[in-house]
């Protein structure tokens, strides 16, 4: 190999859209160049170690090496880091990991073994995430398109939707959540009907709860 260079991000510089900053490796080799872009965090650590250990850099091979056993090492990292915080989907994370810079390969590797030893549980996240949203009030629909949003299918998961809904129960919290909104008397019941179901509740519900609402009220 001839050469290689790092091209780390100005400070400060912005971001294309929702994507983050990514360092540039260049390798020129024979007269050809060829340029990867890798995450920051991957960059700096494998400026560390060439300057610590110039020999990694011998060849295009063990470079590669190198900056693939640290991209593995930094993905799982950044990962745990985040969990940390709160959990995840596996589809959540491989978005955020994706956004980092991370190569999908070893992503999907990350969450392999990561869903293997529990770290990454979809029908838990799930779970955690209903049982949250349905006690802020929010309806079945609007937790299904959440989760779907989040790379989950609430159809397959046990127990959907009778383990967190029945009617009469939805019926009660979409009432109580519309009772305390004030609804003008111009055209009330439709208006009831679009907040309800803006909640994320059947269209059943919707017009029960507008029923009531709009009797209560004469």
């Given at each position: ?95 955020k ?30 779970d ?36 967190y ?7 009660e ?46």
């Amino acid at each position: 190999m001839e050469s290689w260079e790092l091209n780390l991000p100005k400070r400060g510089e912005a971001r294309l859209g929702a994507r983050k900053p990514r360092a540039e490796l260049v390798l020129s080799e024979e007269g050809s160049e060829r340029k990867l872009s890798i995450p920051v965090s991957v960059a700096k650590r494998l400026k560390g170690i060439s300057e610590e250990r110039p020999w990694v850099a011998d060849s295009a091979r063990s470079l590669m090496e190198v900056e693939r056993d640290l991209e593995k090492r930094c993905c799982s990292e950044r990962a745990e880091a985040l969990l940390n915080r709160r959990d995840y989907s596996s589809a959540e994370m491989r978005s955020k990991l994706l956004d980092d810079g991370f190569y999908g390969p070893v992503i999907d590797e990350y969450l392999r073994r990561a869903s293997e030893v529990g770290l990454l549980d979809d029908t838990r996240y799930a779970d955690a995430f209903i049982r949250s949203k349905v006690a802020s009030g929010w309806g079945e629909r609007k937790v299904s398109a959440a989760l779907r949003a989040r790379g989950i299918d609430a159809s397959t998961l046990d127990g959907w939707p009778y383990e967190y809904f029945d009617e009469g129960t939805e019926f009660e919290r979409a009432f109580e959540i519309a009772s305390r909104k004030s609804f003008s008397e111009r055209n009330r019941f439709s208006k009831v009907v679009r907040f309800v179901m803006g909640r994320g509740f059947s269209g059943t519900v919707a017009y029960d709860v507008a029923h009531r609402i709009c009797d209560d009220a004469e």
